[in-house]
């Protein structure tokens, strides 16, 4: 099965700024990618680069098989007003919002794909209430059910697990498990390793102007967090001191 994306001597910055140069790698059907990298190493920024909101410095990003017509996004929590007055079953219909038909809306088939979307996501009996009344986990699980609504084959999660609780993010991260079954690519923004170490078969790891992609086992070594500066030198030592690396909150 081909490529979903290849991407081609990336640098990515700004103007006055590279956050890296010279990234290629393939993003396959049944990969997750974790994107991780310190305060202001380009995580953000390379989201928006897939989703098409910013332009690379140089390089490009070819589509075997053609651009997605629409790709699964779950921006940070941060971004989200929940003040929109709309009910959670509003919110998560949004995601078929290019299978609208204008004049009968949602037709039967759609509805039941939302409700489908709602009882994985856990929140079925949430369904009508406004998203001012949720929780954080209520609400990132609301938007995980809008993304299965989107049915991409690419899926971006910027910081997916911020402000949840252990038991919401084991169920989140079995709705990414599945999407990978499912043959569909996600790339996720995350904080901690272990949950790296745990779901993700790929990394890409940015930081001190170098962008490092691969499996889990050659990206993530002490050595390499370090340099890049994921880790300082008394966290990696740490990190080596026992049998298995230890889950960090590195700085993200």
Known sequence: MSAILQIHNLALGYPTLTLFRQLSFSIEPGTTVAVLGANGSGKSTFIKLLLGLVSPLSGELHWPRGR????????Q????????PIRVRDLVSMGAWQRFDLWSGLNRSKRCR??????????QALADRPLHTLSGGQ????????????????ILLDEPFDGVDQSTE???LSIIQR?????????????????????????????????????VESVLT????????????????????????KPVNGGV
Not at 77 to 84: I, L, S, Y
Not at 139 to 154: H, T
Not at 222 to 245: C, H, I, K, N
Request: hydrophobic share 50%; charged share 20%; proline share 3%.
């Open 114 to 123: 939302v409700g489908a979307a709602l009882e994985d996501a856990g929140i």
């Open 179 to 215: 999407w990978r079954s499912e043959g569909r690519a996600v790339v996720m923004v995350v904080h901690d390793l272990s949950s790296v170490l745990d779901h993700c078969n790929k990394v890409l790891l940015l930081g001190n102007g170098e962008a490092t992609y691969g499996t």
């Open 77 to 84: 929590m941060a971004e989200f007003d929940r003040r929109f």
């Open 68 to 75: 997605p017509a629409e790709i699964g996004y779950l921006a």
């Open 222 to 245: 002490a050595d390499r967090l370090v340099a890049q500066g994921y880790f300082s030198v008394s966290q990696a030592a740490w990190m080596l001191s026992g049998p298995e690396v």
């Open 139 to 154: 609400l990132q699980r609301a938007l995980f059910a809008r993304v299965m609504v989107q049915d991409s084959p690419l």
């Open 170 to 172: 084991e169920h989140l």
